[in-house]
């Protein structure tokens, strides 16, 4: 036999081998290598009506051909052989190999049998299987879901019309049920196939993501044929999960993603399935390769898991479980009949991870002798293949398992709050410049070999706030001291930036230190810091001013992250008065148990905070309504009590004063020694502008917004 190319297929053959060779009739003889083309020809079911039916296979892979190369769909007939005398009918394929194929024209209670197929150059035809399906005008009924939690819900079916194919009871018909993300996609779901005699039946869904929206749809099969009942949905509950401190740089969820206690396995998906519904064991159907934790491919980040914590909870990365693996010791632990490993850390805290096993496909296997975990860190080498936990025996490792594979997820979450270690500042006039410095890290510093917080720790986006509390001031200060020191953050993150270095100039982000007390520095950024090269408190001419520094001690009491600082009110009963009724100052009331916003309702009780208080206010009215030779600038500061009187401030210190010079917006702020809760009097004095004024009552006021970073 001679071997000759056809012309139109020649460039397509040059680039592929000579797997399959297939002979033409005619004068000259042809060959079509097909093997390195087609991979795959499979045949899937069949939704099926009394006169159509909708069919699915999968073709691989025609990525790279142009399509006027090949034709794809279904052969159908009555013969069991369609292969041989079928009538085709011509079907789409989708980006990953997906055929669908409509038939129409069908008879009620006919068998039919079908088989995708794949002709390449109108030369070579390969088939998948023969499957067969029955036309039929029975029904089935899609139920609501009912116990619907974050993490399970049951949902059931009824079928009408089986009268002379089954016998309830007595007949076991092929039911199941096909779970999607997406209304449009249900029929191509997740399949629940069930076997039963009865015509109602029911399904328990485990291991659903929190807040996520599922479609299912019911079905009963004859043959390879589906019958479908209607789409309904139903929304997974909220889930605030629980974190545990095990003293690492992130904090780890006690439960798997899909679970809702510590020994369920929750939901194995595939690297990067945001839906968890992908059961696929081709590689190509998980397009994310990279890194994925805190990313929209990571289920974590798409799960309704967090609550109001103020921190997002992700994907681990692969430096978090090798930290997770060094950082505790590892014990195989039974919990309530689960096997698994407990991992313990140094500040007595754990954590139980089960053997979950793994899914490949639709199959779970190794579930209660193995575990394992994906990071959200893919494997650079060979991006196939992404970073794991693998549990077995009870030990933990490090490993990699491919991305189609279902492995569990133990989310984690940084800390929105760290106690670093007091005992482990460094505390004193470091720099020799006068200043009192408290240490908790530096890079260049005796610090950097035993710091008092994991540097690693410290992760933000927003805003660091560190309160302090501090003694060994009363009766150590030098006749000449100042009655007061400016206290500020100095912070540079790994990389230097963002960083914040005090000016020590009083402004909102340091803390005015009347002597022995708690206090909070702080600073915002509008990028995200992580890490510290530098991260210290420095309170200017402290040492200088002290008789004798080594008798200061600091506990650094939290360093928050990213906290919201704002205090909401009601302000609307906000006033303009004359201050002590003398005619000479004025005052603006926010709340005030003896005065008039008390009794018009105004609460002030949930105010809680530490350190400062910064209240913008916008006042209007002076302009035009002063009294002729009036100084036009009024020395402006915050008076404050909180519920039990103390602490409290009534002004006298240049710290967080403005000076109002008509109307405006301004800024007052204090530094309140102690822990605030609520408030008895808490008001803005306008020192001298009362008697200024031509007509007071014209004088409108406004408070914007209630700045407490401490709060509690």
């Given amino acids: 036999m001679k071997i000759k190319y056809c012309a139109s297929a020649s460039v ?89 194929t409509n038939l129409s024209a069908l008879t009620k209670g006919v068998t039919y049998y079908y088989a995708t197929y794949v002709t390449l150059e109108g030369k070579v035809t390969k088939y998948g299987d023969v499957k067969s399906f029955v036309a039929t005008d029975a029904k089935i009924a899609t139920g609501g879901a009912t116990g619907i939690t974050a993490t399970k819900a049951t949902i059931t079916a009824q079928t009408t019309g089986l009268d002379g194919i089954m016998v309830e009871g007595t007949t076991e018909m ?24 009865s015509n109602n039946i029911s399904q328990v869904l ?40 095990l003293g690492l740089s992130v904090l780890w969820a006690k439960c798997n993603i899909g679970a809702e206690e510590e020994q369920e396995t929750g939901a194995l998906v595939g690297y990067g399935d945001k839906t968890g519904l992908n059961r696929s064991e081709y590689i190509i159907d998980y397009s994310p390769t990279g890194d994925i934790f805190g990313t929209e491919n990571d289920i974590v980040n798409a799960a309704d898991i967090d609550g109001n914590a103020i921190m997002n909870s992700t994907m681990p990365t692969k430096a978090q479980m090798d930290e997770l693996i060094a950082g505790t010791t590892q ?22 991870m089960p053997y979950t096993g793994y899914r490949n496909a639709s199959t779970v296997n190794g579930a209660g002798t193995e575990g394992l975990y994906w990071t959200g860190s893919n494997y650079s080498i060979a991006t196939d293949y992404s970073n794991t936990l693998k ?15 279902g492995l569990a997820i133990r989310p984690v979450r940084l800390s929105p709050v760290i106690k670093p270690n007091s005992d482990k500042l460094i505390v004193g006039d470091i720099e020799s410049n006068g200043n009192l ?30 309160t302090f509390k501090i003694t060994g001031i009363k009766d150590n200060l030098k006749p000449s001291a100042a009655a007061s020191h400016i206290a500020g953050l100095e912070y540079g993150d790994a990389d230097w930036s963002p960083s914040h270095f005090s000016k020590f100039t009083g402004d909102k982000y340091d803390a005015n ?96 905070f530490v350190g400062n208080m910064i209240v913008n206010f916008t006042i209007s009215g002076i302009d035009g309504n002063l009294i002729g030779g009036a100084s036009n600038s009024y020395l402006t500061e915050l008076s404050y009590a909180d519920a039990d009187w ?33 408030a008895i009097v808490w008001t803005i004095e306008l020192y001298n502008l009362w008697k200024e004024l031509s007509d007071p009552s014209k004088v409108k006021v406004h408070i914007n917004s209630v700045i407490v970073p401490g709060k509690n």
């Fill in 12 to 100: 397509m053959i040059m680039a592929i081998s000579f797997a399959t060779l297939v002979s033409c009739s005619d004068e000259d003889d042809y060959s079509i290598a097909t093997g390195d083309i087609v991979t795959t020809v499979e045949t899937g079911d069949a939704a099926v009506t009394a006169k159509s039916a909708i069919t699915t296979g999968r073709v691989l892979d025609l990525t790279k051909q142009n399509s006027a190369s090949y034709s794809i769909g279904v052969v159908y007939s009555t013969n069991p052989d369609p292969t041989t005398a079928g009538t085709k009918a011509t079907g789409a394929i989708d980006s990953v190999g997906v055929v669908t």
């Fill in 174 to 197: 092929h039911y199941g049920f096909k779970i999607s993300s997406s209304e449009l996609n249900v029929q191509k779901g997740v399949d629940y196939p069930i076997t039963a005699t």
């Fill in 206 to 245: 485990t291991g659903l993501i929190p807040g996520m929206t599922y479609y299912y749809t019911s079905y009963f099969q004859l043959g390879d044929g589906l019958v479908y009942g209607d789409t309904k949905s139903f929304k997974a509950e909220k889930q605030n999960m629980e974190y545990v401190d």
């Fill in 331 to 352: 014990e195989a632990k039974t919990v309530n009949g689960v096997a698994g490993i407990v991992f313990k850390a140094k500040n007595g805290n754990s954590i139980f």
């Fill in 391 to 405: 549990l077995s025996a009870g030990n933990a490792t490090s490993g990699l398992s491919k991305r189609s594979l």
């Fill in 437 to 466: 410095r408290i240490e908790l890290y530096n890079q260049y510093g005796s610090s950097a070999k035993d710091p008092s917080i994991n540097p690693s720790q410290v992760k933000f986006s927003k805003n660091m706030v560190v």
């Fill in 513 to 608: 230190v009347t002597g022995d007390g708690t206090y909070t520095v702080w600073m915002e950024t509008s990028s995200a810091a992580e890490g510290a090269t530098v991260f210290c408190v420095d309170i200017a001419n402290l040492s200088n001013d002290l008789l004798d520094p080594s008798q200061v001690k600091v506990e650094v009491e939290n360093i928050k992250f990213d906290v919201d600082p704002s205090f909401e009110m009601n302000y609307s009963n906000t006033v303009f008065i004359n201050k002590d009724g003398k005619g000479t100052d004025g005052r603006i009331e926010i709340y005030n148990e003896y005065g008039s916003t008390k009794t018009a309702g105004t609460n002030a009780s949930a105010l809680s």
């Fill in 646 to 678: 103390s602490p409290s401030y009534w002004g006298g210190s240049t710290f967080g004063r403005t000076t109002v010079t008509g109307d405006g917006t301004y800024t007052v702020f204090a530094s309140i020694n102690g822990d605030a809760k609520g």
